[in-house]
């Protein structure tokens, strides 16, 4: 996994074993869901942290390994 700030949907795909287009679509929910909190989103890519936080329930400060 990379160290980058936003996760692409190559990256989550591959990381994921799912196809691109699902992976897009993951972004594109999460990407609304931070809108609605008042963050600023990249089309295409998501913060690094929220993606960890929603499918591992875990934060970069938490992570193992």
Do not use: D, P
């Not at 990407?31 to 970069?60: C, D, F, I, P, W």
Request: aromatic share 10%.
């Amino acid at each position: 996994m990379s160290n980058a700030v936003f996760v692409r949907a190559e990256e989550l795909a591959q990381e994921l074993e799912i196809s691109k287009a699902k992976a897009y679509k993951m972004i594109r929910q999460w990407n609304e869901e931070l809108r609605a909190k008042g963050y600023a989103t990249v089309n295409g890519r998501v913060s690094r942290q929220y993606y960890l936080e929603h499918m591992y329930g875990m934060t970069e400060n938490k992570k193992e390994g």
